[in-house]
């Protein structure tokens, strides 16, 4: 999944830098500029004591304690489960947090917050992050496809654990076998049938509104491999080889649009950019 670095953090510091012009941030500018060019040098030890002063000199500036948590943020080591690396998360979070406080709809704030938790292993907590997201920018297809994209890792995670305990032997975590017992077959369907749902119904959004997101197609199709294993009863064959075909159609699909993707990149670079019609 290419969502480590959720915004651009460094473009978006230099923005706010650039439009926050209220009296108590005039105090602690020098501190900010500091902060912001020792955050573009990776300095993130003395970035962080720069944007520290800058929140002492002005507490009530939201925009000096987002630049210290997307400090933080940056650090944040992803699937690290240890002490310090949880600690840091922690404090970004609360500094995102301590925006959201005055600004609830900032989308920095809750997209990083989202992003952090989904690098911890918080999926539910970094789902409920994207749709407030979704709430307060609707029309933006990622936060649809991180969603999309969490309940397929929280299915997936128990479709292994489900089809492990029934002793079937599994290829790239799936077996889409109709062997499994029907103790198995019915933990899926009670487990995952959800999550399944929703997760087809967020991609959908995130490819209506971008036609081009190959990668929402791509979990669109892994997405329709986890419900083929959850197709239990009379008509499960059926049901299975009419969801398996739907995964491949997306799969062929997702593989052409990243191909078409990469061609348009290549002609805008080419031509500076500007695509030539």
């Known amino acids: ?63 000096a304690k987002l630049y210290l948590a997307t400090t933080y943020a940056s650090q944040v080591v992803p699937n690290l489960m240890t002490p310090d690396n949880l600690a840091i998360a922690q404090k970004a979070i609360d500094g995102f947090n301590e925006v959201l406080a005055t600004k609830p709809t900032d989308l920095t704030a809750l997209k990083q917050i989202a992003s952090i938790d989904r690098n911890i292993q918080k999926f539910d907590l970094a789902k409920q992050y994207e749709l407030k997201v979704i709430a307060a920018a609707p029309n933006e297809p990622e936060a649809y496809y991180i969603v999309g994209y969490v309940d397929w890792t929280l299915a997936y995670k128990n479709a292994l654990a489900i089809l492990a305990t029934d002793g079937l032997p599994t290829v790239n975590g799936l077996t889409g076998d109709p062997k499994k017992s029907k103790g198995a077959c019915q933990k899926l369907m009670e487990q995952n049938t959800d999550l399944v749902s929703e997760g087809l119904q967020y991609l959908d959004k995130a490819v209506d509104l971008n036609p081009n997101y190959d990668d929402a197609m791509s979990y669109i199709s892994l997405e329709y491999r986890l419900k083929a294993e959850n197709e239990c009863g009379s008509d499960a064959d059926t049901a299975r080889k009419a969801d398996l075909a739907l995964a491949d159609q997306w799969g062929n699909k997702s593989m052409g ?21």
């Open 1 to 63: 999944m290419k969502l480590n670095a959720r915004i651009p953090l460094l473009v978006a510091l230099t923005v706010l830098l650039g439009t926050s012009t209220g009296c108590d941030f005039l105090k602690s500018r020098d501190q900010l500029t500091k902060g912001v060019q020792a955050f573009k040098n990776a300095q993130y030890e003395e970035a962080t004591n720069y944007f520290q002063n800058a929140v002492r000199l002005d507490p009530k500036n939201d925009t």
């Open 257 to 277: 649009t990243r191909k078409a993707n990469e061609i348009e990149k290549e002609k805008k670079a080419a031509t500076g950019g500007v695509t030539v019609q």
